[in-house]
């Protein structure tokens, strides 16, 4: 899916993972963590892919859209289970989209 | 495949894209691009993921970098291939990144 946006500049969330081998429970709350981001204060779209590498790049408003939706109680359950069960390892990168083409 | 870089602030390029159905050579340039760009000056590190949308994230000092590998004769060529040939859709954004974790 690609993503769809106002003029720069905004924000880019850049998660990149690998996930381990038990991925009981995963997709769904990765669909469902999809469905809340895209009702978030500030959520500006989102792109996805994976094969062994995952990559989502969520784009928003600005910083504060992000650490609130950081700290949403779902996403922050979330958040622990991936660190705790599914990713093998992860990276989350903020940055300042500056110009798009 | 992730990438493990100095500490920001540095430069990402993000890279979003459709396939249509022309794949004809795709894989091969995809590749030698990809060698190319890792002996630029300014390469930091490369992440990668296709499904239906293909995410390539690369990651350079500045945006000097990354004009100077734009403009890449062997580059511009694939640019334009893709453009031409393999491209549905494609966008490409340059952000700069503040803070990874």
Redesign the interface.
Known sequence: ???SMPP?PYY?V?F???LGDDHDGYEETAELMLALAKNQPGFLGV?????????T?SYWKDLESIRQWKEHPEHRKAQETGRRKWYK?F???????????
Chains 1, 2 share one sequence.
């Open positions: 899916m690609q993503a720069p880019a850049i990149t993972s690998e792109e996805s892919a994976r094969n062994k590498t995952g990559i790049v390892s990276t989350t990168r903020v940055a300042r989209v500056e110009r798009e083409s």
